[in-house]
T-cell receptor, first 112, second 117 residues
Framework: DTEVTQTPKHLVMGMTNKKSLKCEQHMGHRAMYWYKQKAKKPPELMFVYSYEKLSINESVPSRFSPECPNSSLLNLHLHALQPEDSALYLC???????????FGPGTRLTVL | AQSVTQLGSHVSVSEGALVLLRCNYSSSVPPYLFWYVQYPNQGLQLLLKYTTGATLVKGINGFEAEFKKSETSFHLTKPSAHMSDAAEYFCAVSGIAGGTSYGKLTFGQGTILTVHP
């Protein structure tokens, strides 16, 4: 298995909802990443997990809560989001922190 | 701090023509360099990367890039464009081990490539 999978592909939520994004890889990678990509912009790093521990938080608002239950799985819990949080959320993984990152297809999030 | 500049937000070429997408980086030490491609509503796919060694790097789909330290550049080229090459291309840098930017991938603003028949 040489890919990163993300579910769901699309998500529409209200500002009072709680939802989660899921990312999975079975390549034995020990670093996993969350990025946010607004339309016509490059991806922006949100979080980095290294060996299931949060190693980088790029000053992301607390309404985004990452979780890494095991080495293959990465979640992003969403609560009380704002319409400006609507974006494509990309997950990536690498063998070790700093190695080449491989991206999933993303989750298109719309906040109403 | 590391940064990436991609010259030209849009590049248009004819099918069969040379593709040249420009990327310049700023870093206190030579970083690791990457080119990714993104098709509409999809994730990013790695085209090629430079870490150490040979400065001319070959990637997938006939693309290649040359690392020029003296010019702090990592331009992407393809001798003959194909319609399927139409996409957005991102140059990115990652800090090397021991540096403050280790593990952080910083992207350029992207270049949209259009290929005309």
């Amino acid at each position: 298995d040489t890919e990163v999978t993300q579910t769901p592909k699309h998500l529409v939520m209200g500002m009072t909802n709680k939802k989660s994004l899921k990312c999975e890889q079975h390549m034995g990678h020990r670093a996993m990443y969350w990025y946010k990509q607004k339309a016509k912009k490059p991806p922006e790093l949100m979080f980095v997990y290294s060996y299931e521990k949060l190693s980088i938080n790029e000053s992301v608002p607390s309404r985004f809560s990452p979780e890494c239950p095991n080495s293959s799985l990465l979640n992003l819990h969403l609560h009380a989001l704002q319409p400006e949080d609507s974006a494509l959320y990309l997950c990536a993984s690498s063998l070790q922190p700093g190695d080449t990152q491989y991206f999933g297809p993303g989750t298109r999030l719309t906040v109403l | 701090a590391q940064s990436v500049t991609q010259l030209g937000s849009h590049v248009s070429v004819s099918e069969g023509a040379l593709v040249l997408l420009r990327c310049n980086y700023s870093s206190s030490v030579p970083p690791y360099l990457f080119w990714y491609v993104q098709y509409p509503n999809q994730g990013l796919q790695l085209l090629l990367k430079y870490t150490t060694g040979a400065t001319l790097v070959k990637g997938i789909n006939g693309f290649e890039a040359e690392f020029k330290k003296s010019e702090t550049s990592f331009h992407l080229t393809k001798p003959s464009a194909h319609m399927s090459d139409a996409a957005e291309y991102f140059c990115a840098v990652s800090g090397i081990a021991g540096g403050t930017s280790y593990g952080k991938l910083t992207f350029g603003q992207g270049t949209i490539l259009t290929v005309h028949p």
